[in-house]
């Protein structure tokens, strides 16, 4: 099943913009769990401009799915394209390494590196050195002021922030999100919950966010694949399936 996106809005100026095609995810992986070993079993097919969200409880699989797509794991079995190019295929012995799948992934923990200025953290993601796309990211993201600070300087939301314009700079095909915002306070959680919706605008591709805030999904997804054990039991429209 394909998912029709409800927000298809593309910023035809935006350097960030994605190049289009659906996201297929056939896998399985075994799975240890604080309940006992599980199956992971995901068969979705994501249209463009998709922000999927994969909610459940703690052990569901969310965040082991998040590093299968990024290359981090490796599935026992099964078949992974994006916009035609193969990454995984189990039978044909393909499995392409992180580098080389353009993924930009935000862990919980920001994951900044702690001797470098803000700026710098950004520069670094890039692929190819561009001053002025920085400074576009410094402004979309309101860190014009920081880029000389260090992370230790930041505040939770301002890290989160940084993460997330240094996961843009690489220009990415994929964002991936493992629950960027449970480490912080509501008010804090509500104002970056629109730097989320402001990313995934600029990046134009799909986004696959990590969250068990039923209120954060209900703003934030086109989409909702709800994980149990390793198995999608639900998918949907966030409304369809909360209210």
């Known amino acids: 099943m394909i998912y029709r996106n409800k927000i298809n809005k ?15 995810i056939n896998i399985e992986r075994s799975m240890l769990t604080s309940e006992g070993n599980r199956l992971l079993k995901v068969d979705l097919e994501i249209a463009n401009n998709e922000l ?3 909610f459940g409880h703690s052990g569901a699989g ?13 599935p026992d079995r099964g078949f992974i394209s994006f916009k035609g190019e193969v990454w995984y295929d189990s039978a044909k012995k393909i499995n392409l390494p992180p ?11 920001y994951a900044l590196f702690p001797n470098m200025t803000v700026r710098c953290n950004i520069e670094f993601a890039q692929k190819i050195r561009n001053a002025d796309e920085v400074d576009s990211l410094l402004s979309h993201f309101g860190l014009e002021a920081l880029q000389k600070q260090y992370p230790a300087k930041l ?14 700079a690489a ?3 994929l964002l991936l999100l493992d629950e960027p915002l449970s480490a912080l306070d509501y008010e804090m959680r509500l104002n970056l919950q629109d730097e989320i919706l402001k990313a995934h605008k600029l990046l134009n591709s799909q986004t696959l966010l990590v969250s068990h805030d039923k209120e954060e999904v209900l703003k934030l997804a086109d989409t909702v694949v709800m994980l149990r054990n390793g198995v999608v039991i639900n ?6 399936i909360f209210l």
């Open 155 to 168: 505040s939770g939301g301002q890290k989160q922030r940084v993460a997330l314009a240094r996961a843009l």
């Open 99 to 109: 580098q080389q799948r353009n993924v930009g992934f935000v862990f919980q923990d």
């Open 10 to 24: 593309t910023n035809l100026n935006s350097p960030f913009r994605g190049l289009g095609g659906s996201f297929i």
């Open 171 to 173: 220009k990415p095909n």
């Open 52 to 54: 999927l969200c994969l």
């Open 62 to 74: 969310k965040t082991t799915l998040l590093r299968i797509l990024a290359g981090l794991f490796t």
């Open 235 to 240: 998918q949907g429209k966030p409304n369809d």
